[in-house]
């Protein structure tokens, strides 16, 4: 376990999200769930089933899987001509969090971060790489 | 009224489904034209694009009912309902919000609005405090956030480009209804494929 270590693509990263911040029938993921530029997430090398997380516990029952990629670390800008934008660049970081820095929350071995100003086109490409894996409204 | 369309698309459904089932199984696909040709369902596509409208209408009616509902009941979501520090939206922008869904269906059901497919939307609430809109037209992606500060962030989407509006006039209606107008996909130019 390192302090800051970039977290490669193809690595899941875990969300927590009350189910009632869904509407009823939407499997969608409304996008502006991703705009935080500190995007705290759970890193599935850490923490295998995501629902053995505090955060279940608290309510916050709907789990969205994110895929690390270089579509997110590195977002490309159309206007211009597709290139790299350095201002957009994600750092996706391992962060484990300890009782101390957490009093509330308790030591996470697997806490993570996708850290970054967050543009439209970031969060449509950190959704365009996320999943439901439960849904809130099953029936 | 409504009920007969209900009805009409109920027909439809179950022809199409009865297809389906017959193309699975390789049984009288042979006949599957002929049928079509001769029942129900194609009367309703061909002859009645009214009917279409009152039905897509009703639907759309019942959706932004189904999200007004909703809405309500993010007066009790509370703080962190995300994991991280999170915000729930206050009263007066749920307001806002249930105000701009019955207004965004009231002119669809106008007669400017009635030569347009009606969009899909998304929403939620926002970490940081609001609530958010995605307003898909097949041809682009409207973006509202009305955030809990009273503000608001217009943004477009179309082929991978990003247009901000001027949010300094503070009538977030007004350009939802020109961006609408502009990128929504209209009835007299589409297909039946657009539809289904």
């Known amino acids: ?139 | 009224m409504q009920e007969s369309i209900v009805s009409s698309f109920s027909v439809f459904n179950q022809e199409l489904r009865g297809h389906v089932r017959n193309i699975e199984t390789g049984n009288n696909a042979s006949n599957i034209l002929t049928d079509y040709a001769s029942s129900p369902a194609s009367d309703f596509l061909n002859g009645k694009e009214q009917n279409v409208r009152e039905l897509e209408l009703h639907a759309f009616d019942n959706f932004i009912k189904s999200r007004i509902q909703y809405l309500t009941t993010l007066t009790y979501l509370g703080a962190d309902w995300i994991s991280e520090k999170s915000e729930p939206p206050q009263i007066q922008i749920i307001d806002a919000a249930k105000s701009l869904l019955r207004s965004i269906y009231n002119w669809f059901s106008s007669e400017e609005g009635r030569v347009l497919f009606t969009p899909d939307i998304i929403m939620g609430p926002i970490p940081s405090g609001g609530i958010s809109f995605e307003i898909k037209t097949n041809q682009a992606t409207i973006y509202l956030s009305l955030l809990n500060d009273g503000s608001y962030t217009l943004e477009v989407s179309q082929d991978g480009f990003y247009y901000e509006w001027d949010n300094t006039d503070n009538n977030y209606l007004d350009g939802i209804i020109k961006l609408l107008s502009f990128y929504g996909i209209r009835r007299d130019h589409s297909g039946w494929g657009n539809f289904i």
């Open chain 1, 1 to 139: 376990m390192a302090l800051g270590e970039i977290i490669p693509d193809g690595e899941i990263l875990f969300k927590y999200v009350k189910p009632e911040a869904f509407p009823p029938g939407q499997t969608e993921v409304n996008a502006a769930i991703f705009q935080d530029g500190e995007l705290s997430c759970d890193w599935k090398r850490y923490r295998f089933n995501p629902f053995t997380s505090k955060h279940i516990s608290k309510g916050r029952s709907l789990v969205i899987a994110i895929t690390v990629c270089d579509e997110i670390r590195n977002p490309r800008n159309p206007r211009n001509f597709g290139l790299l934008e350095p201002g957009w660049h994600q750092e996706i970081i391992h962060d484990p969090t300890t009782a101390e820095n957490d009093p509330d929350f308790g030591p996470n071995e697997a806490h993570s971060l996708i850290k970054g100003k967050k543009k439209a086109a970031i969060i449509e490409a950190i959704k365009r790489n996320s999943r439901l894996i439960s849904h809130p409204n099953p029936n």
